[in-house]
């Protein structure tokens, strides 16, 4: 009786209480984040085959020079740098405009911009993967009909591929990055436009001076989702394309090929050596961000 | 300058109707597919022209029928949904109260941590975090989809922040009174805390209801899968179900709409908590 | 007057969920389907497959089984899921030795992943017995050079050509004189001319035309030792025949890229492609999608490269199999066996999913080669069994072992699509060497 109020005690005492705070993200840490990546970097040196497993060193690594595999990363690549150079622009613009005085209904339009972020990636792939159908009647094709082209068969060719999947993102996105952009906003003082319009600066100068600058938190934090977002993108592809198999590789992308390997190939090794190096990636792309920026995206100032 | 603001806010107001109707142009389209027969979409592709005549439920009727493993989906999704986001929140808040409010040995490091985990994509540890799974058994059970995911950094985050705003003096007067550590959180932190917690668990429920990977990795009994998984299983390299499909997709949006627009603010608030806050 | 609206709206939601909740109830008992009638006693065994129309096939047996073996009953439960997940699935858990199900189906294209690492038991001692009323070269297929089996197919396979006749009329060309590739070049160029539509398609996402030239020329994918060997000369002779079709305006890229897309169904619907050679399994796939042609097709052999030769090849596929580790071993063996080879299973296989039938003796039973009530026979306008007759059973399949499966892969995603699509001027054994090395194994 007495033990078990010592151990009350100690348990209820300040010094102890926010260990048990934290204890549940303490656990899920080590118990699934840190253990498997443990796991992953000791699998990525072994060949994986049940009871027979065995360390064959780099040999796993082979794989950063096979063809396919470059072809996933630099699809991964080019996805992340260009979603990001359409995503972080345009949300900015909608906001900014959205946000001006002269608009009217702006909460109906946030909402609807907003729509199709509440959509799961399997509706949106199913009907963008039918949107861009190869049939005539297809909707994609009605439209580039209207202008006397096509029809197209718009996921076997690289460039319309990358054209359905930018649109995907843009549809799915748009509307949640304006909305950071929209709360960025808020924060920017009114008064400063005042002062720019007493001196005389026109719409342009103050986007160019006043917002920019000041949504630059905004902008990190948008960019950092954005990256971290491209380089993991899989479902999209998956989707549009029924599978895991695009047409000579076209939407493969990096987890593709994690996917690809450990998940039909059993090719647990190689999988696990691809693991890796996109944690390698991300650290990386980490990193440069701290140097850049100063801050990690989305910490206090 | 009247003249021309007015001429100006006409112009705005066209250009964000014509950016509307491009976004909501996808969910249209499916919508009045979900009323032609699914045979049609095959033969002429997805598009507008319907004839109204012809037009009819019949897909709904078939959706509803319970001839299908619909409605399991849709049930399983809403467990998991409920359970996932009640429990994530429940945790989570733990955690981000207690990097709030207490300054203890190792907060820095188990920061990091967090932020860690909200840096790394889940899908880098897709392969071994299965494998872990596969050995605790839980393999084809609600459970495999969600223990992972139950104390999540991007809420934890929130939670602090959220906090810090609250003095710990008045932490200390609780105290005085006579209040545990664990009765300040439960009596007087978890009130104050209502207008977060219905921020969170609507950006939670949207994750739940909609995440795909995770769960098509972790389930593979038809009658147990998720709603986004058993919707992608009806596309299969043996003949696609466009009947159930499309249906079943404009469904599937359904309650995630009705509660969008009943809780737009906290909608809006919960996706931005993310974000920089001043 | 906002917050009225706001507890309304949240009191509609929570009555649609509850009414969701109600409909999901209701709707259980759809989704146990799968499981056979129960008898007490009987062993628990589970299967998996990734096709839902087979769920009915393995039910069904299961209570033929329990009939005829009173004492040995068995409470089977199937579970589908899609195919790409539930076969990922499959491997992962045979590889931990944990929660996978006593049998499984397992698609041709991820067969070798099982093979190769042995997750699969010897069906030998149980396929013994129908060893002379079975053709064998199918079931040898999911086999290893020791001469064990490990799989057993739904169906013989047998691939043949499908002649759109509205369109052989119109252009004045009897399939029936077709004998060889040439003949077929040349029939496809009097098509053309008249009705101005190609003579057949060839996949990019798949590989069945190409594959069907490469068996007749007796070439395959991997070499003996299981090792890729997709740079052939051979293989490079069929690339670069079928780029001669495609160059003469003959053949064209199929429409969504493979034969089980629904861009290329509708376009087979409307009637825009005058043949496809395609194993028999597929005329289910012509019931089920093109309603508009029934009646139109006929079935003829393929063309071979040379008067005289076979005029059957063995393609696509499914393999049964036992997974190690399951409790019932020689139960599971026993039924499977049962289920895919005895004239019961066939005869259901070719009435209700249209699948050829492996065990030979069927093809001379007037009661399923002229059965009126089926609907495979009534939509063709020729009788598949004649060919099956006429061609035997010594009959070329496959090879699927080894890297089979890492080689389709890359067959089917890239090298294809590169050899008639993307470059089709590279060098056919230049640009196979290059796929060659992609491969990942």
Known sequence: MKKESAFKKFLYSQKVAPYVFIAPFVITFLVFFAYSIVNMIIMSFQNVAGANTSFIGVENYRILKNAVFIKSLKNSIFYTIVSCALMIPLPMILAALLNSKNMRAKATFRSILFVPALTSVVVAGVVFRLMFGELEGSFMNQVVGAFGVGPLVWLRRPGTVWLALFFICLWRWTGVNMMYYLSGLQQIPEDLYECASIDGANSWQKMLYITIPLLKPTTIYVLTISIFGGMSMFSESFMLFNGNNSPNNVGTTLVGMLYRMGFTQNQLGIASAIGVVFLAIVLVVNLIQLRVNGTLGGKEQ | MVRKNRIYSVCLFIFFTIVAIITLLPLALLAVSSLRPGSDLMRYGLNFSIDWASANLNEYKMLFSGQNAYFTWYKNSLIITVIQVALALFLSACVGYGFAMYEFKGKNVAFVCVLLVMMVPTEVILLPLYRLITKMKLINSMWGIMLPYLVIPMLIFFFRQYLSGISKEFLDAARVDGCTEYGIFFKIMVPLMKPSFAAMGIYQGMQSWNNFLWPMIVINKIDKITLPVGLQSLLSPYGNNYDILIAGSCFAIIPILILFVCFQRYFIEGMTAGGVKG | MKKAFKNAAAAALVLSLAFCGAVAVNAEDASTQGTN???????????????????????????????????????????????????????????????????????????????????????????????????????????????????????????????????????????????????????????????????????????????????????????????????????????????EMINLGICEIAPGGGFHTEEWYGHLNAGDVASVAMPLWYMGRFTDYCPDLAGKMAIYEIPVWNEGDTREVLQGGTGSSVIKGTENEELAKEFLAFAKLSAEGNAYEWNILGFDPIRTELWDDPEITENPDNKFLAYFQTNPFDILKKNGTDLTAPDISGTYSATYSVLVSTTYSNAFEFSPDQDAMELLQNEQDTIIY
């Not at chain 3, 329990?66 to 439960?77: C, R, S």
């Not at chain 3, 029939?187 to 798949?206: Q, S």
């Open chain 3, 37 to 243: 009638t129960f008898v007490d006693g009987g062993t628990e065994m589970e299967f998996w497959t990734f096709q839902e129309l087979h769920v009915g096939f393995w039910t069904e047996m299961a209570d033929i089984w329990n009939e005829q073996n009173p004492d040995k009953p068995i409470n089977l439960t199937v579970t589908t899921g899609e195919s790409h997940s539930l076969h990922s699935k499959l491997l992962v858990a045979c590889q931990n030795g944990e929660g996978a199900p006593d049998m499984a189906d397992i698609e041709i294209g991820y067969y070798g992943s099982f093979l190769k690492d042995g997750y699969l038991l010897p069906l030998n001692e149980v396929v013994e017995p129908y060893k002379d009323d079975v053709v064998m070269s199918r079931i040898e297929m999911y086999g290893d050079k020791e001469g064990n089996v490990y799989g057993i197919d739904f169906h013989l396979g047998a691939s043949v050509c499908y002649y759109n006749m509205d369109i052989m009329n119109e252009a004045g060309v009897d399939p029936a004189e077709i004998v060889t590739w040439d003949d077929y070049v040349e029939a496809g160029k009097k098509v053309l001319e008249a009705t101005g539509k190609p003579m057949c398609a060839v996949e990019t996402a798949d590989l069945f035309l190409p594959q069907l030239m490469l068996l007749e020329k007796g070439g395959q994918y991997v070499d003996e030792d299981g090792n890729p060997n997709i740079a052939t000369q051979d293989h490079a002779d069929v690339i670069n025949y079928i780029r």
